[in-house]
Every structure is written in C-alpha cells, then in structure tokens.
T-cell receptor
Framework: ETGVTQSPTHLIKTRGQQVTLRCSSQ?????VSWYQQALGQGPQFIFQ???????GRGNFPPRFSGLQFPNYSSELNVNALELDDSALYLC??????????????FGPGTRLLVL | AQTVTQSQPEMSVQEAETVTLSCTYD???????LFWYKQPPSRQMILVIR??????QNATENRFSVNFQKAAKSFSLKISDSQLGDAAMYFC?????????????FGTGTQLKVEL
C-alpha cells in the first residue's frame, strides 16, 4: 500500500471524447509522473509535474495534457480519444524532482477503454 | 536515449526453487539507478529492489538480489526460495541521475509463474 490513489479505477469512452484521470499523491510528495501501459507492454512515460509545472515529457502528442494542484494532486487529460489510447494509466509520486535516489510510489492505475 | 531489454517474456519456477530474470540496458551515462518492479494482477506496481550504478555492491532485499554488471550493462534479478505470491509480471527500469526528474524507462516485462 503506497498511499497514492487514482480515480476512477475503470472508464469506458468512445473515440473522439475527452477524459480526465485523477491522482492523489502520497503525503509529503511534490512530484507526480504519469505513465501509459498498453496491454502486454511496459509503462511508457507521459510527463511529470513538479511544483505545479511540467518538467519532463515523453513522446506523447499535445492532446495529452496535465495539471498539478497546490496540494500536489494531479490530473491527466486526454482530448480527441483514439482507440490506441486504451491502456492502463499509472500515476507515480515522489518527494522531489531531480538527481536524488527518490523512488516513485505508484498508484493502482486507471483502466481506460476507448470504443 | 536509454533503452531497457527483457528478453524473457515468460519464466517458470517451482516453489522453493531459485529463478533469475534477465535485464540489459543501453545508456551512455555513467551514473544512474536501476529498479526491479513487480506488478501482480491487481496492477499495483511494487518496488522489489533498487541499485545505484555507482555502488559496486549488489543490492539485496531478503529473498531478492541482483547481479549488476555495469560494464556489460546487465542487471538480473534472482529470487530465492520462490513463493506462490511471487507470481507476477516483473519489470526492469532505468532512471537517469541527471535530468529527466523521476522518469523511468521500463522494459517489456517478464511474466513469472510459480508452480507447486
């Protein structure tokens, strides 16, 4: 049990719709990262937020966007959903962004199905 | 860009036996972190063990240990006295020390089955 929570646990959307996924980080953590895990694959880094600003992004299009709030919780927004967006979305929080050995703590994920 | 390769899609082990999961990575950096994560059917990604590249000593955590070969860019996980609860997908992951924040680069995973 890591203290990182995500909502909802499951979600079904249709192609072209927009979706918002939410993550509450572990108490005291100020950095949140989001990952997309397609079926049978390893997680792929989407982006990271540190003190409410994006400070790292993977190879994902701009229709993937995010927010981090003053309480360090975070949202992942995906616009114009495509079938390939169907995946498990994982949120991970850690204490600081930078060069330390801080390990990310993962949430249980949100399973998104796009029809 | 760094890459992580796990060449064993599936492995099986008998309960109480030992199994080794392989991982290789590619990087031009000299300092970094390596992780093994376990993902059971519940989907929660659980940290198994962590290794700092500047440390020559292999990390150990109870029944879990690694064989870190920096020159060969190899990072294998050994599970001793395997238990039914060890059955899960195991991911090897790389994290840069400089820049990138907490970005992890994952391999494709190894599905571990534990048999009675």
């Amino acid at each position: 049990e890591t203290g990182v929570t995500q909502s909802p646990t499951h979600l079904i959307k249709t192609r072209g719709q927009q979706v918002t996924l939410r993550c509450s980080s572990q108490s005291g953590h100020n950095t949140v990262s989001w990952y997309q895990q397609a079926l049978g694959q390893g997680p792929q880094f989407i982006f990271q937020y540190y003190r409410e600003e994006e400070n790292g992004r993977g190879n994902f299009p701009p229709r993937f966007s995010g927010l981090q709030f003053p309480n360090y919780s975070s949202e992942l927004n995906v616009n114009a959903l495509e079938l390939d967006d169907s995946a498990l979305y994982l949120c991970a929080s850690s204490l600081v962004a930078g060069t330390g050995g801080e390990r990310p703590y993962f949430g249980p994920g949100t399973r998104l199905l796009v029809l | 860009a760094q890459t992580v390769t796990q060449s064993q899609p599936e492995m099986s082990v008998q309960e109480a036996e030992t199994v080794t999961l392989s991982c290789t990575y590619d990087t031009s950096e000299s300092d970094y972190y390596l992780f093994w994560y376990k993902q059971p059917p519940s989907r929660q990604m659980i940290l198994v063990i962590r290794q700092e590249a500047y440390k020559q000593q292999n990390a150990t955590e109870n029944r879990f240990s690694v064989n870190f070969q920096k020159a060969a860019k190899s990072f294998s996980l050994k599970i001793s006295d395997s238990q039914l609860g060890d059955a899960a997908m195991y991911f090897c992951a790389y994290r840069s020390v400089t820049g990138g924040g907490n970005k992890l680069t994952f391999g494709t995973g190894t599905q571990l089955k534990v048999e009675l």
